[in-house]
């Protein structure tokens, strides 16, 4: 698989500068022009700010890029109609010539390509609601069994049920890891009710926690996922948002909403019943992941001995 570096990520790799990288869907479908474009660039900034490089991973024009200049984060920003990109469909767009935004697969699938160890976004996909019948699991958790990635993000989106998505990552085997605290996050709230299996409270911490999985790598496979709470002057309480999303939930069915288009849907719709609340939260967690992540990555640096 041919995959294009910035000039700004080669040089980092050749001089053990650490590395952390970023999904596209932020910008591809989160927010508007210029809106995506000022949130992707102060995600960057803070990276930059914690001595890491950030490497934003996306597809344009079939070419799976990790990094993007400045003139291709404008162009991708602007444009319209741009692919969601998971596992299943990656491949698939770059044959095709096609422009996306990846999603929390696809970007650990490239990540791991590029030899990028961590990884910073706002929170999984999961379970859906009524999996038990739909069977509406995000690729993200297979992906996270698989592809050996360090995570951070604030937990699973509220909109998911929160307690299978961790069901399912005991199953795969895939280690949870709470960051300063023993609740496991809910994306806008910090305490999703739910203990986390494990708790770290430094990014030393966590690269001593993934240096021992190096060691047993051939039996310890797959990613890690760091769980960190959205900061508490930021957080919408878990109490607020579940009355926020059992209306949303309830007008989506009564709407017909079902499939890929149900996330989406929500979204837009938790952030008409608050106020915009919900953005300027998801804002705040995906930063505060961003200076996690970049955390992470020096101390990996430094654990490895660069």
Request: net charge negative; glycine share 8%; hydrophobic share 50%.
């Amino acid at each position: 698989m041919h995959i294009n570096k910035s000039d700004e990520v080669k040089a980092a790799q050749a001089e053990g500068v650490p590395l952390v990288a970023l999904e596209s869907t932020i910008i591809t479908h989160g927010m508007p022009y210029p809106d995506n474009l000022d949130m992707a660039q102060t995600v960057e900034a803070d990276i930059r700010e914690r001595g890491a490089m950030p490497a934003t991973i996306a597809v344009i024009d079939g070419v799976l890029h990790v990094g993007l200049a400045e003139e291709q984060a404008e162009a991708l920003a602007r444009t319209k109609g741009a692919a969601k990109l998971s596992r299943a469909d990656l491949a698939f767009a770059m044959a095709r010539g096609m422009t996306g935004g990846t999603t929390v697969a696809a970007t650990m699938m490239a990540a791991h390509l590029a030899g990028i160890r961590v990884f910073a976004t706002g929170g999984i996909g999961g379970v859906h609601r009524g999996a038990e019948a739909s069977f509406d699991i995000s690729a993200d958790l297979d992906e996270l069994a698989r592809t050996p990635v360090t995570v951070v993000c604030a937990g699973a989106k509220a909109i998911l049920d929160v307690a299978k998505t961790l069901e399912v990552l005991e199953t795969r085997g895939v280690p949870v890891v709470a960051f300063g605290q023993r609740a496991f996050p809910a994306f806008w709230s910090r305490d999703s009710g739910l203990t986390a299996p494990l708790r770290l409270d430094s990014a030393d911490e966590i690269a001593a926690f993934m240096a021992a999985r190096d060691a047993l790598a051939e039996f310890a496979h797959g990613g890690l996922l760091v769980a960190n709470p959205v900061p508490a002057d930021d957080e919408i309480p878990a109490g607020e948002m579940a009355t926020v999303i059992a209306q949303a939930v309830v007008e989506a069915e009564a709407a017909g909403v079902v499939g890929k288009q149900v996330t989406p849907w929500l979204l837009a719709r938790i952030l008409e019943i608050t106020g915009g609340r919900s953005l300027e939260t998801n804002i705040a967690l995906v930063r505060n992941n961003a200076r996690l992540a970049a955390d992470i990555a020096v101390a990996c640096a430094a654990e490895s001995g660069f």
